[in-house]
């Protein structure tokens, strides 16, 4: 029977996402809660990120920057309480053409092996429209979808727009980034831009030092160009301290689980 700290004790939660670094922006604390809840948190990643950017060369002595992110997600994993991470080999860059039947079938066999009560993958954005981000939300709604009445419940991820704004802010007032920052090239304001609004959020204000410390993990991903690397506990807490989320098909609410179970409805607050 499980027991009252972890009552997700033999539950099991499969994260799809396209790049190291994705699991720990996307929904860092959110894994690691359901790892302390008891659940086993399965992470499986399409790509190795060598299309990545270098904050440093001397990161990647060798120049095999695949390597070197496999073990930051690896580095980033433990640090979140990921029980097995899967890396796959698909071409960065080009995962929403390249290797389709193969993803799938990859994604399925996940679903078959570890037998999910939950998986979690992008929305139709891809957190900022990111087209090997949303390659990996088309395989794994195909994926599930093919499983019919098996399938478990289909998590989207999403972000809220101006939270990664706010992050620049906060870096640029403390002498940081200047106040055009960008992160990993991308422009604060796209990140949640035309997104569907989530239904949930998990608030993960006691996590949130996990997921920075996961999101450093991702050292060739966080030079001090990058606002995240600026901010302190305090404003990761009241920043990235919330995670949002929709479920795939679900417009009635339906029965709460294993995620539901962590979550507050959301209600659109700034509006
Ligand atoms: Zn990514």
Same mark, same amino acid.
């Given at each position: 029977?499980?027991?009252?700290?972890?009552?997700?004790?033999?539950?099991?939660?499969?994260?799809?996402?396209?790049?190291?670094?994705?699991?720990?922006?996307?929904?860092?604390?959110?894994?690691?809660?359901?790892?302390?809840?008891?659940?086993?948190?399965?992470?499986?990643?399409?790509?190795?990120?060598?299309r990545?950017?270098?904050?440093?060369?001397? #990161?990647?002595?060798?120049?095999?920057?695949? *390597? +070197?992110?496999?073990?930051?997600?690896?580095? %980033?994993? /433990?640090?979140? &309480? @990921?029980?097995?991470?899967?890396?796959?080999?698909?071409?960065?860059?080009?995962?929403?053409?390249?290797?389709?039947?193969?993803?799938?079938?990859?994604?399925?066999?996940?679903?078959?092996?570890?037998?999910?009560?939950?998986?979690?993958?992008?929305?139709?954005?891809?957190?900022?429209?990111?087209?090997?981000?949303?390659?990996?939300?088309?395989?794994?709604?195909?994926?599930?979808?093919?499983?019919?009445?098996?399938?478990?419940? #289909?998590?989207?991820?999403?972000?809220?727009? *101006? +939270?990664?704004?706010?992050?620049?802010?906060? %870096?640029? /007032?403390?002498? &940081? @980034?200047?106040?055009d920052?960008?992160?990993?090239?991308?422009?604060?304001?796209?990140?949640?831009?035309?997104?569907?609004?989530?239904?949930?959020?998990?608030?993960?204000?006691?996590w949130?030092?996990?997921?920075?410390?996961?999101?450093?993990?991702?050292?060739?991903?966080?030079?001090r160009?990058?606002?995240?690397a600026?901010?302190?506990?305090?404003?990761a807490?009241?920043?990235?301290?919330?995670?949002?989320?929709?479920?795939?098909?679900?417009?009635?609410?339906?029965a709460?689980? +294993?995620?539901?179970?962590?979550?507050?409805?959301?209600?659109?607050?700034?509006?």
């Amino acid at each position: 029977m499980p027991d009252d700290s972890r009552p997700l004790e033999g539950r099991t939660v499969l994260a799809v996402f396209a790049h190291p670094d994705d699991e720990s922006l996307a929904c860092g604390g959110t894994l690691a809660r359901l790892s302390d809840a008891g659940a086993r948190v399965v992470l499986m990643c399409a790509s190795r990120g060598e299309r990545g950017s270098v904050s440093d060369p001397a #990161l990647v002595p060798d120049g095999d920057l695949a *390597g +070197v992110r496999t073990r930051e997600l690896q580095d %980033a994993a /433990a640090v979140l &309480g @990921v029980a097995d991470v899967i890396v796959l080999d698909h071409p960065d860059g080009e995962l929403r053409w390249a290797h389709v039947p193969q993803l799938h079938a990859e994604i399925v066999a996940a679903v078959e092996q570890y037998r999910p009560d939950a998986v979690i993958t992008f929305a139709e954005d891809g957190l900022y429209w990111h087209l090997d981000h949303i390659g990996v939300h088309e395989r794994t709604y195909t994926a599930l979808g093919s499983l019919g009445s098996e399938a478990p419940p #289909l998590y989207y991820v999403t972000m809220v727009q *101006g +939270v990664m704004h706010d992050i620049v802010e906060a %870096a640029h /007032a403390k002498g &940081g @980034v200047p106040p055009d920052s960008r992160f990993w090239g991308i422009a604060a304001d796209a990140f949640g831009e035309a997104a569907k609004p989530p239904s949930f959020s998990i608030d993960v204000r006691d996590w949130v030092a996990r997921k920075l410390a996961a999101l450093r993990c991702h050292k060739t991903q966080m030079g001090r160009d990058n606002p995240i690397a600026w901010i302190d506990e305090d404003e990761a807490r009241r920043l990235l301290g919330t995670e949002y989320f929709r479920r795939e098909g679900a417009e009635d609410g339906s029965a709460a689980d +294993v995620l539901e179970q962590l979550g507050d409805r959301y209600a659109t607050r700034n509006a």
